[in-house]
C-alpha cells in the first residue's frame, strides 16, 4: 500500500485530488494522529469516517465503534497536529470528523449488482436498475422520505439543540437507522465532549 502511495506522489498526485480514507474503529485510535501528520507532510488529503452501520446495531457494533469520549480525544489530539502545521483548528463535523456526510438525503448509492440503496453504509434496498422507473422508486421510498423530512425540532439528542445541524444534518443517518430509529441523533457524536 505504502508503495501504491509513493506512486502517486511520484506521479505528481497531492490533495485535493489525492486522498486518503480512515474508517475510525477503536483498534486504530492510537494511530490516527500519526497517520494524519503523515498526510500533512506528504500533502495528502485525508477522510476521518468513524464507522457507520446500517445494519441493526448490536453490541458487536459497540466492541469496535469508539465511544463519543474517544473520540473527542482524538479530535483534541488532531487539532494539536494541525497546530503543529500552523493550520487553524478543523471544524468538527460528523461522521467524517471534519465533515458532513454529503450523500445521505441527495443521492443514491448504486451496488455492482444494480441495486440502489440510500447509502454506502445502508443495507436496505430501495429498489434496481433493472425495475421499472428506479430512481423514482428509490426516492421515493420510505427511507428517503424520512432523511428528506428529517429536522432539528424532531430529532433526538444529541443533535436537537446542536449549534451544528445545519452543517452536519445529524450525522451517519445509516447508523441512526440501525439503531432501529430513524428519528434517532447521532449518538457517536463526540461534539458534547469537546
Known amino acids: 500500500m505504502i508503495a501504491a502511495i509513493k506512486t502517486f506522489l511520484q506521479a505528481g498526485y497531492r490533495d485535493p485530488l489525492f486522498r486518503l480514507e480512515n474508517l475510525i474503529r477503536k483498534n486504530n485510535l492510537t494511530l490516527i494522529p500519526q497517520y494524519y501528520r503523515w498526510c ?3 500533502n495528502i488529503g485525508t477522510d476521518l469516517e468513524v464507522m457507520g452501520s446500517g445494519e441493526v446495531i448490536t453490541d458487536d457494533y459497540w466492541k469496535i465503534a469508539p465511544t463519543p469520549q474517544q473520540l473527542a480525544q482524538l479530535i483534541t ?3 494539536i497536529v494541525r497546530q503543529d502545521f500552523g493550520l487553524r483548528p478543523a471544524e468538527v ?3 467524517h470528523v471534519f465533515g458532513s456526510c454529503r450523500f445521505y438525503d441527495a443521492g443514491l448509492y448504486f451496488d455492482v449488482r444494480g441495486g ?3 447509502c454506502s453504509n445502508s443495507t436496505i434496498s430501495l429498489g434496481s436498475i433493472f425495475g421499472s422507473d428506479p430512481i423514482r422508486q428509490a ?3 420510505d427511507l428517503i422520505c424520512n432523511r428528506l423530512k428529517l429536522s432539528q425540532d424532531i430529532i433526538g439528542e444529541p443533535c436537537t439543540n446542536c449549534k451544528k445541524w445545519s452543517h452536519c444534518r445529524g450525522g451517519c443517518r445509516a447508523t441512526a ?7 434517532g441523533g447521532y449518538s457517536l457524536c463526540p461534539v458534547p465532549y469537546l
Open 139 to 141: 426516492y421515493e421510498s
Open 40 to 42: 500533512l507532510e506528504n
Open 93 to 95: 463535523l460528523m461522521p
Open 177 to 183: 437507522e440501525g439503531s432501529g430509529n430513524y428519528l
Open 77 to 79: 489530539e488532531i487539532q
Open 116 to 118: 440502489i440503496r440510500a
